[in-house]
């Protein structure tokens, strides 16, 4: 049975809570998870997915399950660090007691952070990349815009190189702490983000033939053409788009201040990343539609599709782009930094700038292996997406339904009226199912689905 425990107790383990930043208000806070949850799955893969998955069929089946997979997630995980006011590892042993085998579940998500940022600032460095590659301008054939992105992949001085650059980056912020670093970053890349997507999407629908078009994609939906497989990526995309399973909501709501409403919070957040994923939609299906492509144009769609489109439409469309693919990667990197950071802070006594330094330097010399050797990446990423954090999410759900005592989830929550009762059945019996069915879809598991080549 987890221990009743009063917010702001001592806690019988290394750091104090009374020690700890706090977000200096809930537009700063808002702006952070947002940024945490706004990446390139957003950007990058939901328009990928969508377009596969036949549209908007697929787009109404992806609200659903964040509904009952990703907002429950979510305010589980606030409600979790807010409570215990430490890191992940520290949250789950002072809910419960210290040496508790449920501290795992934290230890996963400090491990879940080191290991998707190892990996993930190599794609960050790829974005910027590109920022300088649309300054100079696309130009050639098709094919040879679309062979420059394997000429960087390929090339180990340049991955490296733009490697450098991100990490350099997602450090420097980090190094700020939370409110002169990730917060005043956050009110700065955030707001920047939104701005040149809207933009785009504008540009997108009234400057080309592909608007309309757009439009009736993604909100017309299809039915044919949604698919088990394209249901299960849904269900899958709306756990992971939300920064769920890697400790980072845990992190960052340990750093909430009692009278922030969790519940309003964690509603408003799912609807900024959704309606973000959105409007990517829209700003990359009317470039896409415009010229005559198909909207599932595969994995490559940002870094060798898009170019192709912007030889024509020009630096004004394609350098905003890839600023914006940047800000959403740096945003949701800073978060997984934090999540490490925050446990040598609280858990072992470190200094912020010694364990941002150590953490941040130790993650990029894994990240070069990523850069170096494909195999590496991919492993990271398959291991970090189909595993850890299904697994993560999992366990974080169970803790909140099963362990945690009933009259702290309703303090942290602040209710105990329908909602909260709604919550609490969704917690233990619809998406513990839903998440081990990503689970295992993930790990080509499950028994209905074939998965051969």
């Not at 606030?78 to 501290?103: C, D, E, T």
Request: hydrophobic fraction near 50%; aromatic fraction near 14%.
């Amino acid at each position: 049975m987890a221990n009743d425990i009063a917010p702001y107790s001592g806690p019988s383990i290394p750091g104090s809570p009374s020690r700890r930043g706090h977000w200096t208000g809930r537009f700063g806070f808002i702006l952070a998870a947002v940024g945490s949850a706004v990446g390139l799955g957003n950007i990058w893969k939901f328009p990928y997915i969508t377009g596969v998955y036949g549209g908007g069929a697929f787009v109404l089946v992806y609200l659903g399950c964040v509904v009952l997979v990703g907002l429950p997630l979510m305010i589980s995980e606030l409600m979790i660090g807010r409570r215990a006011q430490l890191n992940p590892v520290g949250a789950f042993q002072k809910l419960h007691y210290q040496g508790s085998p449920w501290q795992m579940t934290g230890w996963l998500g400090v491990a879940s952070g080191f290991v998707i940022l190892s990996f993930y600032s190599v794609v960050g460095g790829w974005a910027i990349a590109y920022i300088f590659k649309s300054m100079v301008g696309f130009t050639g054939t098709a094919g040879e815009i679309q062979s420059q992105f394997g000429d960087l992949v390929g090339s180990t001085i340049a991955s490296v190189g733009w490697h450098t650059i991100f990490m350099a980056l997602t450090i420097g912020i980090v190094l700020g702490g939370i409110k002169n670093g990730i917060e005043r970053w956050a009110k700065i890349l955030m707001p920047a983000l939104l701005f040149i997507l809207i933009g785009l999407m504008v540009h997108g629908l009234f400057n080309t033939d592909g608007g309309s078009q757009a439009v009736a994609f993604l909100f017309n939906p299809d039915w044919s053409k949604l698919t088990a497989d394209g249901i299960l990526s849904a269900l899958g995309h709306a756990f992971f788009t939300l920064s769920l399973g890697m400790g980072a909501m845990i992190t960052y709501g340990s750093y909430m201040r009692r009278d922030a409403k969790i519940g309003r919070d964690a509603v408003t957040i799912s609807i900024l990343d959704t309606v973000i994923a959105l409007l990517a939609g829209l700003a990359i299906f009317s470039l896409v539609f415009s010229y005559g492509l198909e909207a599932g144009a595969g994995p490559g769609l940002i870094f060798e599709t898009l170019p192709v489109l912007f030889a024509d439409a020009g630096r004004l469309i394609s350098v905003p782009f890839f600023f914006l693919l940047t800000f959403a990667a740096l945003s949701s990197s800073i978060s997984l930094l934090e999540v490490v950071v925050s446990y040598f802070v609280d858990q072992r006594g470190w200094g912020r700038t010694k364990a941002t330094w150590v953490q941040g330097f130790l993650m990029y010399l894994v990240g070069i292996t990523c850069a170096t050797w494909g195999s590496v990446f991919d492993t990271f990423d398959y291991f970090s997406t189909n595993f850890m954090l299904p697994v993560g999410g999992l366990l974080t759900c169970l803790f909140v339904a099963w362990v945690v005592k009933n009259s702290v989830r309703i303090e942290e929550f602040g209710s105990s009226g329908l909602l909260y009762k709604a919550l609490i059945f969704v917690l233990r019996y619809v998406t513990p199912i839903a998440v081990l069915i990503t689970l295992l879809h993930g790990l080509e598991l499950l028994p209905f689905m074939s998965y051969e080549e």
